[in-house]
Structures are given as C-alpha cells and as structure tokens.
C-alpha cells in the first residue's frame, strides 16, 4: 500500500464530500470540476495520483482492509453532519 492509512481515510473523506458538491453539476462542467477538485485534495495530503491508484486497486484486493478504511471514512463523514439533522424526519 503505497499510501498510509490515514493519509487514505483523510483523502477519501475529502474526496467522498466533493463527491457530494458535484452531484449538482452535470456534464463537462462536472468532469471539469472533478478533475479540479481531485487533484487539489491529493495535493493537499502530498499524495501522486498514481500512488493513489495504486493504494485503491491494493485495497479492492483486500476487502476487510478496505472495509475499514472505509467505516473510517464513513466516521468521519458522520462528524462532519450536525447531529440534529441526523435525528429530524423527512
């Protein structure tokens, strides 16, 4: 695994949010911003691109390692939401 752990969980927090700021977008103005927005988060956590590539294709092949990372992530993200807005109905 080319990438630390952390370094992984912090990257794909980041990412898996400007996923989220992109569902709005559509078309080539989408894959624009996503190129953008990619490459800004994995220069902030000093990661190359293919490192990151590399890291992914290891974890697709260890799944109960990726599965942690990803409950990680997913604890992040949680962090992240305002508790209210996780207790209010529709």
Known sequence: MNVPEEKMVSALTD???VEGYLDAETG?????LAQIYYA???SKYNI??????????YLYHQ????????????EKLQKKVNPDT???KG
């Not at 080539?28 to 624009?32: E, V």
């Not at 190359?48 to 294709?57: G, N």
């Not at 799944?63 to 997913?74: C, F, G, T, W």
């Open 28 to 32: 080539a103005t989408k894959d624009s």
């Open 63 to 74: 799944p109960a390692r990726m599965e942690s990372i990803q409950n990680k992530v997913l």
């Open 40 to 42: 800004q988060v994995l």
């Open 15 to 17: 990412i898996y949010t």
């Open 48 to 57: 190359a691109k293919p490192d990151f590539d590399s890291t992914v294709i």
């Open 86 to 88: 996780l207790n209010k």
